[in-house]
């Protein structure tokens, strides 16, 4: 069974940084690309990144892009978000998700994290 | 960039079937797959529908998927409505630079 697991959320001043993992079991790791989606309070889901199974590939939503870093360790089966200059309208539940053999679908989610970015 | 509009709500009343419907702007809705998220009240996401019109295994097959390329649009189809299916269903696709979701729908069973 898939299981994924955030964790690294918090309340953060606007400009900070915080980073989020991604634990994730039930599957082989290094097959998957894995990506990161986010739901701000009162609104509709945005994808933010996500990244190939090798690593090697990345995709940023233009609101992020430049902000936000997406990264995996294969050998702990972790997925990462690395957050700088964070804004208000960075407050979400963001949720690391499992994607098929093809990048631009999900099939698995994890519970989701709250970051509230606030002064 | 495209987009996916879906309408803001509807509604209908248990054992009844409901259709959601999704509309790309630009682009051909058949170039590209299109997925539907279930997004219940205080849970995280699920997929019920993948690749347009597969199901994921622990799906009912109260659900279903379809694409019409002369409309541009997808749909998601819900017979046998129970009170549980109550929740808000997103559609989402891509093209090579973007992946989108539609604005979302919210479903009351009443």
């Known amino acids: 069974e898939v299981q994924l697991l955030e964790s690294g959320g918090g309340l953060i001043q606007p400009g900070g940084s915080l980073g989020l993992s991604c634990a994730a079991s039930g599957f082989t790791f290094t097959a998957f690309p894995m990506s990161w989606v986010r739901q701000a309070p009162g609104k509709g889901l945005e994808w933010v990144s996500a990244?190939?199974?090798?690593?090697?590939?990345?995709y940023y939503a233009d609101s992020v892009k430049g902000r936000f870093t997406v990264s995996r360790d294969n050998s702990k089966h972790t997925l990462y978000l690395e957050m700088n200059s964070l804004r208000a309208e960075d407050t979400a539940v963001y949720y690391c998700?499992?994607?098929?053999?093809?990048?631009?679908?999900?099939?698995?989610w994890g519970p989701g994290t709250l970051v509230t970015v606030s002064s | 960039n495209f987009m996916l509009t879906q309408p803001h709500s509807v509604s209908e009343s248990p054992g009844k079937t409901v259709t959601i419907s999704c509309t790309r702007s630009s682009g051909s809705i058949a170039n590209n797959y299109v997925q539907w998220y279930q997004l219940r009240p205080g849970s995280s996401p699920t997929t019920v529908i993948y690749e347009d019109n597969q199901r994921p295994s622990g799906v009912p097959d109260r659900f279903s998927g379809s694409i019409d390329s002369s409309s541009n649009s997808a749909s998601l189809t819900i017979s046998g409505l129970r009170t549980e299916d109550e929740a808000d269903y997103y559609c989402q696709s891509y093209d090579t630079n973007d992946r989108v979701f539609g604005g979302g729908t919210k479903l009351t069973v009443l």
């Open positions: 990244i190939s199974g090798s690593g090697g590939a990345t």
């Open positions: 998700a499992k994607s098929t053999y093809n990048w631009n679908l999900i099939d698995s």
